[in-house]
């Protein structure tokens, strides 16, 4: 059993999630624990030779901005083992590790697993903006108890899988996922491969960890940006759909993009806060797929 973590410019929080790891229950199987710095080096080295004497620590970089290569380059070094997935600003329970590792045992494959997820707030956003928040920055279960998981569900910062499932998958697409121009969905592609080729997904409501979610990452505008990113990944993937299909599409959104426009300027006395945002989250979705089809299309 293998533990990765992709880490970029995260340090405080680094070294909280490894000391998680030595406070909590490590089962004997966790042979070791990869951190993988992309990016710009910002001293994740030296946080990890701090926990050499009570982790199987491995440090390793990659100067490419992307936290699907970190892990792509941590996968090269598995061979057929299982391996659990954290990111570095997590809080980990004392017994996430051995849910997964109790789940895993005796398997070679063909199953993957999802933890519950849950969140550390540095400002708690209000009640209604939580409805729009995406599952990492308001928590995510799928219940109390073990069962199976028929969706591409699991988060990417708490769920595990074979290494040999996913090098048939195809591995993480290094176009996507944080440092990418879409910033979402690398573990969504590979966990639908999965399943449509009979892997199946299991929910393990004991291996729990508490998201890191600073104020930024909860605010109107990173949630308004977020759905623009959503919608470019719709609007890529649509941009290989035949021409019938894409156009309408295309048009669609576009009426959408300035109905949505005039309504939010014109609701402004008479919409309540969480009324305009609703109407405006869908703006930005749609203007995200228009974009999305451009092939020079940019985030910022």
């Known amino acids: 059993m293998i533990i990765v973590i992709p880490t970029c410019q995260r340090g405080e929080l680094l070294e909280r999630t490894l000391q998680c790891l030595v406070d909590g229950d490590m089962p004997d199987c966790v042979k070791r624990v990869i951190v993988v710095e992309n990016g710009k080096k910002e001293g994740a080295e030296a946080k990890c030779e701090r926990f050499l004497d009570r982790l199987p620590l491995a440090y390793r970089y990659t100067p490419v901005g992307s936290k699907s290569a970190a892990l792509n380059l941590a996968l090269e070094e598995c061979d057929g083992e299982f391996v659990v997935f954290f990111d570095d600003d997590v809080r980990i329970a004392p017994g996430c590790v051995r849910a997964y590792a109790d789940a895993a045992e005796g398997k070679k494959g063909g199953e993957f697993y999802a933890g519950k997820c849950l969140v550390d707030y540095e400002v708690e956003p209000p009640e209604w903006l939580k409805h729009y928040l995406p599952f990492s920055a308001k928590g995510w279960s799928y219940g109390e108890s073990k069962c199976e998981l028929p969706e591409p569900l699991a988060l990417g910062f708490n769920w595990a899988a ?117 109407y405006m989250q869908r703006r930005y979705w749609n203007l995200g797929i228009l974009q999305g089809q451009q092939p020079t299309a940019r985030t910022d």
Not at 168 to 190: C, H
Not at 222 to 248: D, H, S, Y
Request: charged share 25%.
């Open 162 to 278: 074979f290494a040999d499932d996913l090098k048939k998958a195809g591995s993480f697409n290094a176009e996507i996922g944080p440092g990418r121009l879409i910033s979402v969905g690398e573990e969504t592609d590979l966990q639908r491969i999965m399943l449509s080729s009979g892997i199946r997904g299991v929910f393990l409501p004991d291996a729990v960890v508490w998201h890191h979610v600073p104020a930024e990452r909860c605010s109107f505008a990173w949630t308004l940006e977020r759905n623009r990113r959503m919608g470019l990944l719709v609007g890529r993937k649509l941009a290989g759909a035949p021409a019938p299909k894409r156009l309408g599409k295309s048009a669609m959104a576009m009426g959408k993009v300035l109905g949505l426009g005039v309504l939010v300027r014109l609701g402004k006395s008479f919409l309540s806060d969480a009324k305009r945002f609703h």
